[in-house]
Each structure stands twice: as C-alpha cells, then as structure tokens.
C-alpha cells in the first residue's frame, strides 16, 4: 500500500499538487478528490483515483497516527487498524464516498476521529475481520 501511496503523491505531484506527508494535506486531498468529482471522468479513471487516493490517506495514517495495514477477507478490502487493534477504517472508502457523494464525506473530519474516538468505538466504514 505504501508503494500506491507513493505513486499517488508522485504522479498527483505532474498535476501540480504538492501532496507528503503532513497531517494537514488531508485538507489538500479533501479539495483534490472533490476537484475530481467535479470532472466527471469515465469509471475506469475514477476507481484508480479512488484507490491510489485510498492508499494515500491509509499510508498518511499509518505514517502520522501509528496505525498499520491489515487485509479484511469480509470486505475484500486493505484496511487500516489503530495500534491498540480495537479500531479499523476502510481509506477507500472514504475516498470513494467523498468523490461520489460530495461534502458530507469530509476527509479531513475522518483523519481527525482517528485520533479522537474512545478504544473501542465502532463507526462508519469500520469493522474487523471476522476471521480475528
């Protein structure tokens, strides 16, 4: 996942977008995916938008937050899980409601409950492999 994440910053970056790894460019990735929903592009190019901006808002967690990568096998899916395990966010999918669904879907307000939820709490796109 972190190579995904690199590739984003990278070729985002030959767009003119200056993404790293500050806590604060959630808000530029906020922008940037609804700059994108805005576009309107074919299907194709907006599931490799979601996913290498999935991947780049995980791996931000992962480098800001301590969390870590963990595959769901009930979703299919990467996920990112805090360190203590109690909690998991699915990136990708906040990604691919915030281009889909506009506002409500607030990066920057996901990235800040990372930090903010009790142990524990169960919330949107949340959830834990049943196999664990």
């Known amino acids: 996942m972190r ?4 590739i984003f910053v990278a070729h985002t970056r030959e767009d003119g977008y ?12 906020d922008h940037y995916c609804a700059a994108f929903a805005a576009g309107r592009a074919p299907a194709d190019v907006t599931h490799s938008v979601i996913t290498g901006a999935g991947a780049y808002l995980g791996e ?4 800001t937050r301590g969390w870590r990568w963990r595959y769901d096998s009930g979703r299919r899916a990467a996920i990112v ?29 996901f990235y800040a409950s990372t930090a903010g939820l009790p142990a524990g709490t169960a919330g949107p796109n949340r959830g834990r492999d049943a196999g664990e």
């Open 81 to 109: 899980e805090s360190p203590d395990g109690r909690r998991a966010g699915c990136p990708y999918d906040q990604v691919a409601e915030r281009v889909r669904q506009g506002d409500p879907h607030d990066l920057a307000a």
């Open 3 to 6: 190579e995904l994440a690199e």
């Open 18 to 29: 200056a993404f790293d790894w500050d806590p604060a460019c959630v808000h530029a990735l």
């Open 60 to 63: 931000l967690l992962v480098r």
